[in-house]
């Protein structure tokens, strides 16, 4: 039988014990996920790993609450807790200062990271991210409103791509059975209840703390994006003061998966070179 490929390595985080993949040398690159339902960092990054580890240490935890890593008893599921997870693993592996990319849910753990930890973080990337206030995408509500079932995920997945025929019934079916482990299903129902704005109200940073961030970054989004609207990095861009915001045409929320190697090359030549 086939070993599960989602499944890494395994290390302690701040008494967590945590899923990751860690691949190549050079300067640490570490990668973080989104939110979707039965989302693991191999999940969002399968394409992008291999690449990014020919020329860097590229590091891809699964979050507290999301694939493989444990999910500890009464923990809440909050900005300031993943924040600390993903802190915990960058101290855990001794990886000292990191470039960070976060797709989505993660572009505001990436920049989360980058106020709470300055010294730590060198470059950012930010992929079709959230952590600006926003009116909720319907879109997004779907999808943070998706249940462990066939029918549900066959309903939301589409909403991910630009090129709907990217979305196969084996796509769905392998996400399903992600989704619908019981640890899995149990933690995505206590982190996104309706109604939903108040959860990505919550992984918003102010204003201020976004013009804080003195980091280079580079900010990426799908011009087609159903899930997170491209008008977010487009203010993120009016607010951070040292970036580049680069639009893929006929790409949805999946950058990394439809213009995977674009992507790769963009994001190598940024943590390389810089602006």
Known sequence: MRENPEIGRSID???????????GEGRPVLLIHGSGPGVSAWANWRLTLPELAKEF???????????????????????????????????????????????????????????????????I???????????ISPGLDAIWGCEP??????????????DKSQITDDLVRLRTAAFARPEVAQAWAQMFPAPRQRWL??????????????????????????VIPLAGSRKLAALLPRNDLHEFGR?????????????????????????
Not at 13 to 23: F, L
Not at 125 to 135: C, N
Not at 254 to 275: N, S
Request: glycine letters at 10%.
């Open 13 to 23: 985080a701040g008494g967590i014990r945590t899923n990751y993949h860690d691949e």
């Open 57 to 123: 240490r590229v590091v891809a935890p699964d979050i507290v609450g999301f694939g493989f890593t444990e999910r500890p008893e009464g923990i809440s599921y909050t900005r300031e807790s993943w924040t600390n997870h993903l802190g915990s693993v960058i101290d855990a592996l001794g990886l000292g200062e990191v470039d960070v990319v976060g797709n989505s849910f993660g572009g505001a753990m990436a920049l989360s990271l980058a106020v709470a930890r300055p010294a730590q973080v060198r470059r």
């Open 125 to 135: 990337v930010l992929m079709g991210a959230v952590g600006i206030h926003t009116p």
């Open 149 to 162: 079932t066939y029918e549900d995920m066959s309903r939301v997945t589409p909403l991910f791509a630009y």
């Open 201 to 226: 109200d919550a992984l918003a940073l102010d204003d201020d703390e976004i013009r804080s961030v003195r980091q280079e970054t580079l900010v990426v989004h799908g011009r087609e994006d159903e």
């Open 251 to 275: 790409c949805g929320h999946w950058v990394q998966i439809e213009a995977a190697a674009r992507f790769c090359r963009l994001v190598a030549d940024f943590l390389h070179h810089g602006l």
